[in-house]
């Protein structure tokens, strides 16, 4: 199956690429402070309390920008450097987490999709590639086993489009709010965009490799092989 290692080669290039990038990003923007000097974590506590969210607790996770937003636990998950980070990288992570929050507060709607589709996606993901493994060798006996696996795959497609918007959505959410809080400057500002505009390139990416590799298995479904 040449045409599948392909698509795989080019998505996992593009994936390094960008994350590579990410990674610089907010490095170099991890050097620069933050208007007031305040903490991921303090920067998230304001962003809460300016929205009137009082049930949501900030906490430290482990992990390398393993930062996210836990609507079952109403948890701010923040990783160590960007929880006491005092700088411009820490404070992007923290308001776009904070972004999620809003979101849940105020019932936004593709969150509330994802939300709902995560035990599904999360059921599916634990199987599918042996289910595509499977249909793919026994196309020609059994093709319901390779349109089973392309439903399942497909539920994963939808949930990488559905989250596209919900990270859009956060990290508009916290630039407006950083800005109007003056935590960002004129020159601070613009870095701030460009370090959570990575982060969205990486969704953007695994959305886009998703979607080439259910097209990639319902060819082969529809008879098209190599």
């Given amino acids: 199956m040449p045409i599948i290692w392909i698509i795989f080669g080019i998505f996992m290039l593009i994936s390094w690429a960008i994350g590579a990038q990410l ?89 509330q999709m994802r939300s709902s589709l995560v035990p599904v996606v999360s059921l599916a993901s634990k199987w599918v590639q042996w289910i595509l493994l499977a249909g793919v060798l026994l196309v020609q006996s059994f093709p319901q086993i390779l349109l089973l696996g392309i439903v399942l795959f497909a539920l994963t497609t939808i949930f990488s489009f559905i989250t596209l918007p919900v990270e859009i959505d956060a990290s508009k959410r916290a630039l407006v709010w950083l800005n109007s809080s003056g935590l960002t400057t004129n020159e601070t500002h613009p870095k701030a965009k460009d370090a959570l505009d990575w982060a969205a390139y990486t969704y953007v990416v695994a959305a ?19």
């Fill in 208 to 226: 886009l490799a998703s979607l080439a590799t259910l097209i990639y298995y319902i060819s082969i479904y529809m008879g098209k092989r190599d």
């Fill in 23 to 111: 990674k610089s990003k907010f490095k170099t923007y991890s050097k620069i402070p933050i208007n007031n000097n305040l903490s991921g974590k303090e920067i998230a506590e304001k962003m809460l309390k300016d929205h009137g969210i009082y049930d949501v607790t900030v906490i430290s996770v482990p992990g390398d920008l393993s930062d996210h937003y836990d609507p079952t636990k109403k948890t701010v998950n923040l990783s160590k450097d960007v929880f006491y980070g005092q700088n411009v990288a820490s404070a992007a992570v923290a308001a776009h987490e904070c972004g999620h929050a809003v979101q849940h507060a105020k019932a936004y709607s593709f969150l």
